[in-house]
């Protein structure tokens, strides 16, 4: 998995970074902290959070990441 796992780490973590863009999108806190690829790049996923660990991941990529051991 991709992307910050708890609250400290998504506040520091930077989304969509390339050269022609190195300082990218900071968190937003109203979005889920996994970072899904589109377009040639990844992004910050879309859903609402409130589930997993700090409750920072939308449903889907919570059931994700407790599956992973």
Do not use: N
């Not at 996994?34 to 377009?39: D, G, I, N």
């Not at 700090?54 to 990529?61: A, L, N, R, T, W």
Request: glycine share 8%.
């Amino acid at each position: 998995m991709r992307g910050p796992l708890t609250r400290a780490e998504a506040e520091k973590y930077r989304y969509c970074t390339w050269a022609g863009d190195q300082k990218g999108r900071a968190f937003d806190p109203a979005r889920c902290a996994h970072e899904v690829y589109e377009r040639g790049l990844f992004y910050q996923c879309s859903r609402k959070p409130g589930h997993g660990p700090d409750e920072i991941f939308c449903k889907q990529h919570a059931k994700r990441l407790a599956a992973k051991p």
